[in-house]
């Protein structure tokens, strides 16, 4: 018996293309006759899953079949494959059925690492250094694909005031630059950062980043203040 559809999906929350550790993945097969329950053997990144194979129905004679398994924290991640058997009523039989109809599923526990972080400022005369009107603009590559990463900058250890605009934005990508003005109300001091970014498994991370080139940038409003001047004989003013 012909096998007319085999489409694969999980129902991880971030992307059906993906799944990480506790996701379910399911193989919907679709024949052109009924069939008694096929066999369905998966592999994950080239590797037996551990999980159990359910079936639904669980026995019977169907036209439709849905074999699925729960990802497990000792699956291989990678690409999942498929390696399917099914007998027809009359005992014609199509084996090693392996064609996935569009995109498998990728298998990805690995929580998202950050290779660069680096800051500075457009201003003129020193970057590591800003003052009101100047732009911060933050770098960060990742080792993988990331939806849109949430950064909170602070400014001498405060929140600062404007919203910072994302670059690319409601996209997929491995870097990403994050950008703010300095407002007039903004904390003088050191600008620190938080990161927050699920990959397209949905693995989060999410705390405090350090600089990986050792670099920060500094916020100084503060004018100059001239606290003395002293004349001496001759000096003219």
Known sequence: PPILVAEISSNNLTNSTHATDGDTITLTITMDASTNKPTVTFKSGGDDI??????????????????????????????VTIDGSVNDLADNWTSN??????????????????????????NALDTTLAK??????????????????DVTFKSGGNPITNTPIYDPSNVESKSWSVSYIVHDSDTDGVITIDVDVNDLAGNNKSDAQ??????DVTINRTNPVISNVAFSWGDTL
């Open 50 to 79: 551990s999980g159990t194979v359910v079936y639904d129905p669980s026995a019977g004679i169907s036209k439709t079949w849905k074999a699925s398994y729960d990802v497990s924290s000792a699956d291989t991640d990678g690409d």
């Open 97 to 122: 059925f392996t064609t996935i109809s569009g995109d498998t599923v990728t298998v990805d526990k690995v929580v998202p690492s950050i290779t660069t972080a680096e800051i500075k400022s457009n």
């Open 132 to 149: 009101s009107g100047d732009k911060i603009t933050l770098t960060l590559v990742m080792d993988a694909s990331t939806n849109t990463p």
């Open 210 to 215: 350090a600089f990986t080139d050792g670099k």
